[in-house]
């Protein structure tokens, strides 16, 4: 049975490593995972006074959101933590509290940086963030692309390497979206 997956990248940047890193994944990903990118850049900062009467553009995120059946998370690492794009996003799908758009739906996070550590304090700040949206968060395979801008050509296309742990990646994946939705 194919399954939704909505994937969420953190990134607004046009040559962002991380939608490099979505993209490959997309490419790779087996017949029976529908991946979809979300895109978050246009969602306003949230504000709670906007329950009652939410912009566009949070009901169109909202119902994209709460049509999939597990997500993705590919995010860069700013100060140590997710860029608040990301959050921001994260956070409009919680609200109101009474519609976590969110809930009990399985997840996983992917960092990409330039930096040695591949933005390994971003997604363990995401997965903080995840376990107060009742995502259930794969623990492993944990991917952290460091020094990413070498694992990409000019095209975006990911080096052997990287191929490898992508497909690592989704393999697990696979399996633990299997394992939740039984
Ligand atoms: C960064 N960057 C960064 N990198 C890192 O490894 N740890 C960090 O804490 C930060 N902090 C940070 C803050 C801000 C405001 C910016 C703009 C950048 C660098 C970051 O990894 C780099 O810009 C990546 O290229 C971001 O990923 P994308 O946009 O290429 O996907």
């Not at 997710?82 to 956070?91: H, Q, R, T």
């Not at 944990?142 to 020094?147: D, I, K, P, T």
């Amino acid at each position: 049975q194919t399954q939704r997956i909505a994937v969420i990248i953190g990134s607004l940047r046009r040559d962002s490593v991380n939608r490099k890193a979505a993209n490959a994944l997309v490419a790779l990903a087996p017949g029976h995972l529908a991946m979809e990118i979300v895109e978050i850049g246009d969602l306003p900062l949230y504000n709670q006074d906007y329950d009652e009467d939410p912009p566009a553009p949070y009901d169109v995120f909202r119902d994209r959101i709460r049509a999939a059946d597990g997500y993705i998370f590919v995010t860069p690492e700013h100060n140590r933590s997710m860029p608040a794009a990301m959050k921001n996003a994260l956070d409009i799908g919680t609200r109101p509290p009474t519609d976590n758009v969110w809930n009990g739906k399985p997840g996983a996070v992917i960092s990409a940086s330039p930096s040695m550590q591949g933005g390994f304090g971003a997604n363990h700040h995401l997965r903080q963030t995840l376990v107060n949206l009742n995502v259930v968060c794969m623990p492993k395979p944990e991917v952290y692309l460091s020094q990413a801008f070498d694992l990409f050509d000019d095209r975006g296309q990911p080096t052997e390497r990287c191929q490898g742990f992508l497909q690592t990646f989704l393999d697990g994946y696979s399996r633990w979206i299997a394992r939740q939705t039984d």
